[in-house]
């Protein structure tokens, strides 16, 4: 076993080469230790370590400091700490069971993580402001976490592989936060957001769209604050989503693109809430939940066999509904007064393809429901309690 040391201080006595600020290590074989330690300003540090069980410990201090690390290999750990702003950190690992831990502290720093193989694990820590991380997973069975203190990070995250899983935590405003998966199976992305005017952005793809590519993918995401946005795009098959909003005039969008199985539940606590939610495929099904008042719901189904369930309580809440194709069940329940259940651009709702069910029942003062049926061997059942209800259903 070696072990390799690096010092080096702006503010000791001068070496050759010192206001350059650059240091290169290289080691290869078998457990071999690097530790660098850099302070002061505009300092550069390059490491590379080929070979099993290899160790990087890397301190950087102050100002626009840059780090390139790379490790090829199996078992090995990297360390690295940035304090200052403007620093850059970008991290390669090549093998399986790697890790790495990065911790940036203040303004406006940058990491990069590459994780290339399976049983790996990153975790990417960064506390200050106008802060990004991205994360790239090319392998199997890895996990990535970034956590985010401060306001107008960004977290960044890419999969392309199987029993992967990224987290981003963020905490603060302004914040935003990034997770796809290309091509996989089983992978999860977790997203949890505590602040204001926080963003959220999850996709799932089929590579050169066979629909065969993205299966068992899981999504889960959390926003509490106000004016959050949260925006989920999926294709493939058995796909799932958790999406929880709590407070004031938030906003979801999700989408399921072809195929299908896709199970998906979302909730809003608080007023003047949005949720749309478009489905194509087969066999999907959504369950939502709205409390508060002033809060929407759009849903356009077009799939075949999906099932819908959505319950909303307060007052001056809606629904639009679209339902098309084969097969589809809605049950709508609203309780709380002035509240609508009606079509996509407002007037009445539409119902149609065939062997189609939409229940809805209203519990409340002022409530609307019309609707329009086109569909053939399908029925429409409401019923409305309390004072001052309205319910047209026409049939052709």
Same mark, same amino acid.
Not at 114 to 126: A, N, P, R
Not at 187 to 211: A, M
Not at 279 to 294: C, D, I, K, L, W
């Given at each position: 076993?070696?072990?390799?040391?690096?010092?080096?201080?702006?503010?000791?006595?001068?070496?050759?080469?010192?206001?350059?600020?650059?240091?290169?290590?290289?080691?290869?074989?078998?457990?071999?230790?690097?530790?660098?330690?850099?302070?002061?300003?505009?300092?550069?540090?390059?490491?590379?370590?080929?070979?099993?069980?290899?160790?990087?410990?890397?301190?950087?201090?102050?100002?626009?400091?840059?780090?390139?690390?790379?490790?090829?290999?199996?078992?090995?750990?990297?360390?690295?700490?940035?304090? +200052? *702003?403007? %620093?850059?950190?970008? =991290? &390669? #690992?090549? @093998?399986?069971? !790697?890790?790495?831990?990065? /911790?940036? $502290?203040?303004?406006?720093?940058?990491?990069?993580?590459?994780?290339?193989?399976?049983?790996?694990?990153?975790?990417?820590?960064?506390?200050?402001?106008?802060?990004?991380?991205v994360a790239e997973i090319?392998?199997?069975?890895?996990?990535?976490?970034?956590?985010?203190?401060?306001?107008?990070?960004?977290?960044?995250?890419?999969?392309?592989?199987?029993?992967?899983?990224?987290?981003?935590?963020?905490?603060?405003?302004?914040?935003?936060?990034?997770?796809?998966?290309?091509? +996989? *199976?089983? %992978?999860?992305?977790? =997203? &949890? #957001?505590? @602040?204001?005017? !926080?963003?959220?952005?999850? /996709?799932? $793809?089929?590579?050169?769209?066979?629909?065969?590519?993205?299966?068992?993918?899981?999504?889960?995401v959390v926003q509490d604050?106000?004016?959050?946005?949260?925006?989920?795009?999926?294709?493939?098959?058995?796909?799932?989503?958790?999406?929880?909003?709590?407070?004031?005039?938030?906003?979801?969008?999700?989408?399921?693109?072809?195929?299908?199985?896709?199970?998906?539940?979302?909730?809003?606590?608080?007023?003047?809430?949005?949720?749309?939610?478009?489905?194509?495929?087969?066999?999907?099904?959504?369950?939502?939940?709205?409390?508060?008042?002033?809060?929407?719901?759009?849903?356009?189904?077009?799939?075949?066999?999906?099932?819908?369930?959505?319950?909303?309580?307060?007052?001056?809440?809606?629904?639009?509904?679209?339902?098309?194709?084969?097969?589809?069940?809605?049950?709508?329940?609203?309780?709380?007064?002035?509240?609508?259940?009606?079509?996509?651009?407002?007037?009445?709702?539409?119902?149609?393809?065939?062997?189609?069910?939409?229940?809805?029942?209203?519990?409340?003062?002022?409530?609307?429901?019309?609707?329009?049926?086109?569909?053939?061997?399908?029925?429409?059942?409401?019923?409305?309690?309390?004072?001052?209800?309205?319910?047209?259903?026409?049939?052709?």
């Amino acid at each position: 076993m070696c072990s390799l040391t690096l010092k080096k201080s702006n503010l000791a006595v001068a070496i050759s080469l010192a206001t350059l600020a650059s240091a290169a290590l290289s080691s290869a074989a078998f457990a071999n230790t690097a530790d660098l330690e850099q302070i002061g300003t505009a300092n550069q540090a390059t490491l590379t370590q080929i070979g099993v069980a290899q160790s990087i410990l890397a301190t950087q201090l102050n100002v626009e400091n840059q780090l390139s690390a790379t490790q090829a290999g199996e078992g090995s750990d990297l360390i690295t700490l940035q304090d +200052g *702003y403007q %620093n850059d950190a970008v =991290t &390669w #690992q090549q @093998g399986d069971s !790697n890790s790495l831990a990065l /911790t940036q $502290l203040g303004l406006f720093n940058f990491a990069d993580y590459y994780l290339i193989g399976s049983g790996g694990s990153g975790f990417i820590l960064q506390q200050g402001t106008d802060n990004q991380a991205v994360a790239e997973i090319y392998g199997d069975g890895s996990v990535i976490e970034i956590e985010q203190f401060g306001s107008d990070n960004a977290a960044d995250a890419y999969i392309d592989g199987d029993n992967n899983g990224f987290s981003a935590y963020q905490s603060g405003n302004l914040n935003q936060s990034w997770g796809m998966v290309d091509f +996989g *199976y089983d %992978n999860s992305i977790t =997203t &949890w #957001q505590s @602040g204001q005017e !926080n963003y959220s952005d999850v /996709t799932i $793809l089929n590579r050169l769209g066979s629909g065969t590519d993205s299966i068992d993918n899981h999504i889960y995401v959390v926003q509490d604050g106000d004016r959050n946005v949260s925006n989920i795009l999926m294709r493939g098959i058995g796909n799932d989503v958790q999406s929880y909003q709590y407070g004031l005039d938030n906003n979801v969008d999700i989408e399921q693109r072809y195929y299908g199985g896709t199970y998906i539940f979302s909730m809003q606590d608080g007023s003047e809430n949005d949720l749309q939610l478009e489905v194509r495929g087969v066999n999907n099904s959504y369950s939502g939940y709205q409390a508060g008042n002033e809060n929407s719901v759009e849903l356009d189904m077009f799939s075949n066999r999906g099932d819908v369930t959505v319950e909303q309580g307060g007052q001056f809440n809606s629904l639009s509904l679209l339902l098309s194709n084969l097969d589809n069940h809605a049950y709508i329940t609203q309780f709380g007064d002035s509240n609508r259940v009606e079509g996509l651009s407002g007037g009445a709702l539409e119902m149609g393809g065939s062997d189609g069910l939409l229940n809805v029942f209203q519990n409340g003062m002022g409530n609307l429901v019309q609707g329009i049926q086109l569909s053939d061997s399908s029925s429409i059942s409401v019923t409305q309690i309390g004072n001052m209800n309205t319910a047209v259903v026409a049939q052709y």
